[in-house]
C-alpha cells in the first residue's frame, strides 16, 4: 500500500494536483480551514518520511522505535502523523511506566 501511495505522490507534479487528487477521494474540503488542515497533515506527513530514513539507533535515541514509524507512515492524511505518532509513543510508555 505505502508504495503504491508513494509512487501516486511522485507522479504528480504540484501540490495542487496532490490536494486536488486528495480533495476528490475524501470529499471533505468545503473550506479554507480543512485545506490549512491537509496542508499541516501533510507537512507532518513528510517529518515522518524523513523519520524513515534515519538509522534504528538514532530512532532509539529520541525515543521511537522502526516499528512506530513505519505505522506513522501509514496514517491516513486526514490525520496529522506526528500527532498520531506522538501520542502512540506516550501511550506505550505510559503503559511501561504502569507495568
Known sequence: MRQ???????????????????????????????????????????SVRHLASL??????????TRDDVEWAENVPITQNAVLALDDRVRRRRHRTDDA
Do not use: C
Not at 15 to 43: I, K, P
Not at 55 to 64: A, F, K, R
Open 55 to 64: 538509522d534504528d539507533h538514532v530512532l532509539q535515541d529520541i525515543g521511537l
Open 4 to 46: 503504491i501511495r508513494t509512487k501516486k505522490v511522485k507522479e504528480m507534479t504540484t501540490m495542487h494536483e496532490y490536494f486536488e487528487d486528495r480533495a476528490g477521494e475524501l470529499g471533505e474540503f468545503t473550506s479554507l480551514l480543512n485545506l490549512g488542515a491537509l496542508w499541516r497533515h501533510w507537512q507532518a506527513h513528510r
